[in-house]
């Protein structure tokens, strides 16, 4: 089961990445074209907190739970215990604030 968990969290951090790339182009093209933001501008945001959100479930659940450098079996190594997990947790909170801040904006310039 780990070995399942840990390569599709291993493929999914490229998913991510390619997500993120996409929102960031996709923001960057909207406001040099001075575009609008629509409901489909919104689209590779959505899908970045998506892939993000399951990207924490599978590395919470190794973290929690299936992992030897989980924490409940006590954690054999300081990074993978404790930084690597809450800098993901960090990542997905700024993805979702950053959602939220460009969702409740009024002004499409911004």
Known sequence: MLLAVLFAHSV?????????AWA???AL???RGRRAYTRKA?????????VADLQLLLGLSMWLW????A????GRSHYWTFVHPLAGIAV???VHVG?????RTLDDAR
């Open 12 to 20: 999914i951090r490229w998913a991510v990445l390619a997500c993120a």
């Open 24 to 26: 960031a182009f996709s």
């Open 29 to 31: 093209g909207g406001l």
């Open 42 to 50: 919104r689209v590779p945001g959505v899908v970045l907190a998506a």
């Open 66 to 69: 299936l992992s030897p450098h």
């Open 71 to 74: 924490i409940t079996s006590g």
């Open 92 to 94: 997905v909170a700024l």
């Open 99 to 103: 959602s939220v801040r460009v969702r």
